[in-house]
């Protein structure tokens, strides 16, 4: 599925590819993040730059450096681990241990092209939010 057709997919199209894709290898190098905001409500074409996010993983994939808009460096573990949507293994983006202004979110990646992964955000253990990542390549 190409990122043009993730910024007008439905909340249940979004679920349904998160389900169904494989965890991929652990991502390394740069990273551009864009926000699904209301999915499939047409909001997030217009709006999805303006929540725009970018990371650099480590060489090695365990763990991520990210900046949000004003918020800069805050650093997540990185590690296969079963997904909170379906207990399917994923990547997971932990902030935990590392952030306290993040200690609540946590990220979940799974690949849908070579270069592209949907994720799934969760704030205190509630999903909150769908997000792309394209890796540089």
Not at 14 to 17: A, E, I, P, S, W
Not at 38 to 44: K, M, N, R, V
Not at 78 to 88: H, I, K, Y
């Given at each position: 599925?190409?990122?043009e057709?993730?910024l007008h997919?439905t909340?249940?199209e979004?679920?349904?590819?998160f389900?169904?894709?494989?965890?991929?290898?652990?991502?390394?190098?740069?990273?551009?993040?864009?926000?699904?905001?209301?999915?499939?409500?047409?909001?997030?074409?217009?709006?999805?730059?303006?929540?725009?996010?970018?990371?650099?993983?480590?060489?090695?994939?365990?763990?991520?450096?990210?900046?949000?808009g004003?918020?800069?460096?805050?650093?997540?573990f990185?590690?296969?681990?079963?997904?909170?949507?379906?207990?399917?293994e994923c990547?997971?983006?932990?902030?935990?241990?590392?952030?306290?202004?993040?200690?609540?979110?946590?990220?979940?990646?799974?690949?849908?092209?070579?270069?592209?992964?949907?994720?799934?955000?969760?704030?205190?253990?509630?999903?909150?939010?769908?997000?792309l990542?394209r890796m540089?390549?």
């Open positions: 599925m190409s990122e057709a993730l997919a909340d249940r979004l679920d349904r590819l389900r169904t894709s494989p965890v991929g290898e652990l991502p390394a190098g740069p990273a551009d993040g864009t926000a699904l905001v209301a999915p499939g409500s047409g909001l997030t074409a217009n709006l999805a730059r303006l929540a725009a996010w970018h990371g650099v993983f480590s060489p090695d994939g365990q763990s991520l450096v990210t900046q949000l004003p918020v800069r460096s805050m650093e997540a990185v590690e296969p681990g079963p997904s909170w949507v379906d207990a399917r990547v997971v983006l932990d902030y935990s241990g590392t952030s306290l202004l993040a200690r609540g979110v946590r990220g979940e990646l799974r690949r849908v092209a070579p270069e592209l992964c949907l994720g799934v955000m969760w704030l205190f253990r509630r999903r909150v939010g769908w997000f990542l540089a390549g």
